[in-house]
C-alpha cells in the first residue's frame, strides 16, 4: 500500500542533517522493511517539511516507528521535532460482502456514495523532539517512537482539511523590496509543480507594509496541487478584514463568510481546449494560458488537471479546466502556449513466458532522476484497443512516450497497472529504457 510519511526536523542551531536517514514501521500485521526517506540533494534540513510517498507492505494499524540515520556525512547529527504517518484503511472481503449483500433505500445509498468520496485514511503522529547524534543528549542516532493517543484520524472527518496542516502547521517569513504599490488590493502566488512532493495546502499569507505600518491578511484555505482540488497550482487572493482570521471563538463562524466574501471578489471559467485531428497533433509539454480582460490578466496559468481526460492534450480531444482569479471585467483576449520541456524516451516492455503471464489492464511509468525529479505518471497505451493487443505472454512491445526531462541519470522506474480488464493479473520480466536525442 502507499504511505505518506512527513518528517519535521527542529529548528534549532545545527538541527540538520547530511546522513542518511531510514525508517521502519511497526504494526499489528508485520513490519516493513527499512525505508530510505530521500527524495533530493539536501533533505532533512533545519526547520524543514517534508513528504515522502513510498510503496511498502500493509502493517496494519501501527503502533511504534524505528527512525534514524547512519551517521555518515560532515554535519551528520539531526534534530527530529516529529514524524506524521498517513495509510489507507483497508477493508476485509467480508466486509465488502455485507456491504454488497445488504440492500439500502435510495436515500441511504446517496448518502453512503457522499461518505465515500474521500478513502478513509489512517493519520499518525511520533513526537520526538530530541537529538539524534553521537555528542548530544544517550548520544543515540536511532530512536523508536509511538503514536500520540489519539493521532489516529480517519481523513473524511477532516470535512476536506489536510490532517498535515492541522497536525504540522509552519510559518515561513520573506523580506520582500519593491516600488510603493499603495494599497494591496490582490496577491498570485503559485509554484512550478517540480519535485515528487509538490502538493501544497496553502493557509494564508500575511503581508507587512513596513512603511505604511498596515497588516493585510490573504487567506487561501486551499490546495495548490495538480491531484487535489480544482487541480490548481496558481491562486489569487484578496486581502480581507482581520477579524476573519482570527482564531478565538468568537469567530468561529467567519470562515463562511470568509468564502462569501472571496467569491464575491472572485471569477470562475471554464476553459475548453480542443487538440487537432492532425497527425501528432498531441502534446505532452506543460501548456499554459493567460486571460486578459478590461481590468486586468490572470498572468501565466499551467493547465495541469484535465477534468474529461486523464492523458490531456491528445489528438483530436477536448480537456476541460477550471481557472479561478479575481474580476477581470470584460475578457478581451488569450494567449496560450507551452514549455516545450518534454523529452522522448523508447520504452520495451518484455512481459514473462509463464503461464497467464499477460494482462489487458492499463500499464502506466513513472521515471525518477537524481534529487528526487520524476515525470509525471504516463499510461503507456492510448486506449481499449491498445491495451488488448499489447503485453501478451512472451512479448516485446515498443513505446515512443514523451516526458518530462528528469536528466541524464535515470535512478529508477515506477511501473504497474490500474487492475481494469478482465486478465489483469501481468508478470513482467524486464524493461529497457533509452532517452532519445531531439533528432530521433
Keep these: 500500500i502507499n504511505y505518506e510519511i512527513c518528517t519535521v526536523t527542529g529548528d534549532v542551531r545545527n538541527a540538520g542533517t547530511n546522513a542518511k536517514v531510514f ?4 504494526g499489528e500485521l508485520g513490519k516493513t522493511e527499512v525505508l530510505i526517506l530521500k527524495n533530493r540533494s539536501n533533505n532533512h534540513e533545519r526547520g524543514a517539511l517534508e513528504k515522502f510517498k513510498i510503496e511498502a507492505v500493509d502493517v496494519g494499524r501501527i503502533y511504534k516507528i524505528r527512525i534514524g540515520h547512519d551517521g555518515t556525512g560532515l554535519a551528520d547529527g539531526w534534530f527530529l521535532e516529529n514524524v506524521v504517518i498517513k495509510k489507507m484503511v483497508t477493508k476485509t472481503n467480508g466486509q465488502d460482502k455485507k456491504k454488497k449483500k445488504k440492500k439500502k433505500k435510495p436515500t441511504e445509498e446517496k448518502g453512503e456514495e457522499e461518505m465515500n468520496q474521500t478513502d478513509p485514511m489512517e493519520v499518525y503522529n511520533f513526537v520526538a523532539h530530541r537529538w539524534l547524534a553521537r555528542d548530544e543528549e544517550d548520544k543515540e542516532l536511532v530512536v523508536e517512537l509511538t503514536p500520540e493517543e489519539g493521532s489516529e484520524l480517519e481523513e473524511h472527518k477532516l470535512q476536506g482539511c489536510d490532517p498535515l496542516c492541522l497536525v504540522l502547521l509552519q510559518v515561513d517569513v520573506f523580506t520582500v523590496k519593491a516600488i510603493d504599490l499603495g494599497e494591496l488590493k490582490k496577491l498570485r502566488i503559485r509554484h512550478d509543480d517540480s519535485g515528487s512532493n509538490s502538493a501544497w495546502f496553502l493557509e494564508r499569507i500575511d503581508i507587512i507594509d513596513t512603511k505604511e505600518d498596515r497588516m493585510y491578511y490573504f487567506p487561501c484555505q486551499r490546495w495548490l496541487a495538480v491531484e487535489e482540488d480544482d487541480g490548481q497550482i496558481a491562486r489569487e487572493l484578496v486581502p480581507v478584514a482581520e477579524a476573519f482570521v482570527m482564531k478565538d471563538s468568537e469567530n468561529a463562524g467567519s470562515v463562511a463568510t470568509l468564502g462569501l466574501e472571496q467569491k464575491a471578489n472572485s471569477t470562475t471559467f471554464t476553459v475548453r ?35 474529461t481526460n486523464r492523458n490531456k492534450f491528445e489528438r483530436d480531444k477536448v480537456d476541460v479546466f477550471t481557472v479561478e482569479c479575481v474580476d477581470l471585467g470584460d475578457l478581451k483576449k488569450i494567449k496560450i502556449g507551452h514549455d516545450n520541456t518534454v523529452v522522448p524516451y523508447e ?30 505518471q504516463k499510461p503507456l497505451c492510448q486506449n481499449k484497443r491498445e491495451q488488448r493487443m499489447f503485453f501478451k505472454r512472451n512479448s516485446v512491445n515498443q513505446f515512443i512516450v514523451e516526458l518530462e526531462d528528469v536528466g541524464d541519470i535515470l535512478e529508477k522506474i515506477r511501473i504497474g497497472h490500474d487492475g481494469s480488464g478482465i486478465n489483469s493479473g501481468w508478470h513482467l520480466d524486464q524493461v529497457e529504457i533509452r532517452r532519445l536525442l531531439p533528432n530521433g
Design 347 to 376: 520504452i520495451n516492455v518484455y512481459t514473462s513466458d509463464v503461464f497467464g503471464a499477460g494482462t489487458d489492464a492499463d500499464v502506466f511509468i513513472v521515471l525518477y532522476g537524481a534529487d528526487g525529479v520524476c515525470t509525471q
Design 273 to 307: 481546449v480542443r487538440t487537432g485531428d492532425k497527425k501528432n497533433a498531441g502534446t505532452d509539454s506543460n501548456v499554459f494560458i493567460i486571460l486578459y480582460g478590461s481590468k486586468d490578466d490572470t498572468g501565466t496559468i499551467y493547465l495541469k488537471a484535465s477534468k
Design 23 to 26: 525508517l521502519q514501521v511497526y
